[in-house]
């Protein structure tokens, strides 16, 4: 058995936010699934935000989601380009195995391989309703 497929590195990645979601109540009541939100800004560094330390520009919506939810402190893109590190996401692939390594334009025609399964395909076979 291969673990390190794209269908098992995205359920491996759920499975971690599931179990960091329900560890303080594991014997308590059957409770909903917890939402799930990721938000990819391109450009944005470690300390923009003053969930992370900015003291210098005001950013209460993220602020108020970082209180909220799950604050995490370690994390890596796959890609320093917007649409490699995109597909890495919806996929859980490396991007040279996804094919997507630059920066789709306007007029780009290729995407991701019909075939791949997304994180949204993903979580919508998991009772999940998903938008973007």
Do not use: W
């Amino acid at each position: 058995m291969h673990f390190f497929t794209p269908k098992h590195i995205i359920k491996n990645i759920l499975l971690f936010a599931f179990i960091l979601a329900l560890f303080p109540s594991a014997y308590a009541e059957v409770r909903p699934k917890p939402n799930i939100l990721i938000i990819l800004a391109d450009d944005m560094g470690y300390g923009d935000i003053g969930a992370y330390g900015n003291d210098k520009v005001a950013t209460p919506n993220f602020d108020q989601l970082a209180k909220d939810g799950i604050k995490f402190t370690n994390f890596y893109a796959a890609s320093s380009i917007c649409s490699p590190s995109r597909a890495a996401l919806l996929t859980g692939k490396h991007p040279l195995r996804s094919g997507i390594i630059g920066v789709f334009k306007p007029n780009s025609l290729a995407g991701l391989n019909p075939d791949d399964l997304t994180l949204a395909e993903f979580l919508q076979d998991s009772g999940y309703k998903t938008g973007l």
